[in-house]
Each structure stands twice: as structure tokens, then as C-alpha cells.
């Protein structure tokens, strides 16, 4: 995916394709779960001809697979909003999607309240992978001076978190093992919608000057804590 995204309020033949698309959902898995075939009536909830025997059961057949996508949507919808929070959305932006004021969102999902501190977080497996089209041709844990190459860069990293990250923490196998602090102004965007970080004098912090930031409260993660390590090698932003 190239370019910026952006959010566009539905129109209302959106609005009614959706519901069209959801009312012909809702039918297809209320006739899957009736045991009904392709081939059996009836083959709509609106037929004019349906006994009121037959409306009675389509009716309750379609209500119990609302009841499940009821919950099913509340699940997503707390999910996509911490996944929004997680990812820089403010809770004003929550609300206006939602159509509701600040404070009823915040009642609402306050419990995925995030911190008001970013940092970038680098977790991948400890092993080495080589990419003939890629500049730096072997990226992962790679040693040497190629690491910090291999660390820095290229990840799908948002306005607001390349704005506001003072640092970036490198988690192999689940374990912190380097962290650098970031240049405001030496982020590059080498593809569109990834880029590459650039650390202060161009190196990985020691260990004088992680314990001064931890410390600090500047840095939520040192060196031999717990972090998450996703498959293949992820950027997320850290919220502290």
C-alpha cells in the first residue's frame, strides 16, 4: 500500500450497501445453521408468501446470528480502537468516528488508556536473512558494524511516533538487547510509508546512558528485560 490513508465518513449509499451486504450475511449463516440447503425454501426473510410459521423461525434463526455478531462487534470495536490508540490516534479522534463526545469515549474504553510516551520497539528472531535487492543485502542479527543498518531500518513507522519516539529499543527472541536514541531530524523514508530511524552519533547507547534515561523515566524497557517478539521481525510503537 502506497500513499497516506484517510478516513472519509460513509455516504449513505455506502451506508445502505452495507446494510444490505450485513442483512444478506446475517440470512446466509441463519440458513446454514436451519440446516437449510441452496436449494430449500424459504430463500428470503422478505417472501411475501411465508406462513407465519415460516416467518416465526426465519425471524429467530437470523436473531440468533445478530446476537452473535453483537458480540463479535463489540470485541472488534475494542480492539480497533486500541489498535488506533496504539498506533496515534487521540481519543478526540475516537470520538468524532464514534459520534460521541471525549469523555464518553474515554468512559467507555478507558481501561486501554495508553501512556503520553512513545519509543519504537524492533523485535525480531535471532537469526540472519539475506535480500540480493535490498542495500544492506543481510539484515537481522547481522553483528558488527552492519548493525546498526540492519536496526534502524525500513519500518512502517507513523507521523506522530517518528514526531514524538526519543528512542528505539531492538528486542531479539523476546529479550531488550539494544537501544538507541533517535535524531528528531534524521528519520529518511526510504519506501513509502517505511522508514529508517538515525541514532545520535550514529550508534547503540551504553550502558551509563540507558541507566540514566530508565532511570529517568525517559525509557520504559532496558537491556535484559521481557519484550514481545512477534514472527519475522515487527516494529510497534510502545506507549509508557
Not at 75 to 97: P, Y
Not at 103 to 118: C, H, P, S, Y
Not at 179 to 202: H, M, S
Request: negative net charge; glycine residues 10%.
Amino acid at each position: 500500500m502506497s500513499g497516506e490513508m484517510e478516513r472519509h465518513p460513509l455516504e449513505q449509499a455506502g451506508l445502505g450497501e452495507l446494510h444490505s451486504n450485513l442483512d444478506d450475511l446475517a440470512w446466509s449463516f441463519a440458513r446454514r445453521a436451519a440446516g437449510l440447503g441452496p436449494d430449500d425454501p424459504p430463500f428470503s426473510v422478505y417472501d411475501q408468501g411465508l406462513s407465519d410459521d415460516q416467518v416465526k423461525a426465519a425471524r429467530l434463526a437470523r436473531v440468533a446470528v445478530y446476537k452473535h455478531l453483537e458480540m463479535l462487534v463489540g470485541t472488534s470495536l475494542r480492539l480497533d480502537v486500541g489498535q488506533a490508540l496504539e498506533h496515534g490516534a487521540s481519543w478526540d479522534e475516537v470520538a468524532e468516528v464514534l459520534e460521541v463526545s471525549r469523555q464518553a469515549v474515554a468512559k467507555r474504553f478507558g481501561d486501554l488508556r495508553r501512556g503520553e510516551n512513545v519509543a519504537v520497539v524492533i523485535s525480531r528472531r535471532d537469526r540472519v536473512r539475506e535480500y540480493p535487492d535490498d542495500a544492506r543485502v543481510r539484515v537481522g542479527e547481522v553483528g558488527g558494524a552492519e548493525q546498526y543498518d540492519s536496526d534502524r531500518g525500513i519500518w512502517p513507522i507513523g507521523k506522530k511516533v517518528r514526531a514524538e519516539a526519543r528512542y528505539a529499543i531492538v528486542a531479539v527472541d523476546g529479550t531488550v538487547r539494544r537501544i538507541y536514541e533517535l535524531d528528531p531530524a534524521g528519520w529518511r523514508e526510504a519506501e513509502p510509508n517505511k522508514w529508517e530511524f538515525t541514532a545520535v552519533r550514529d550508534r547503540e547507547l551504553d550502558d551509563k546512558a540507558i541507566a540514566a534515561a530508565y532511570t529517568a523515566g525517559e525509557l520504559p524497557l532496558q537491556p535484559g528485560d521481557d519484550c514481545p517478539t512477534r514472527v519475522g521481525g515487527a516494529y510497534r510503537p510502545h506507549w509508557f
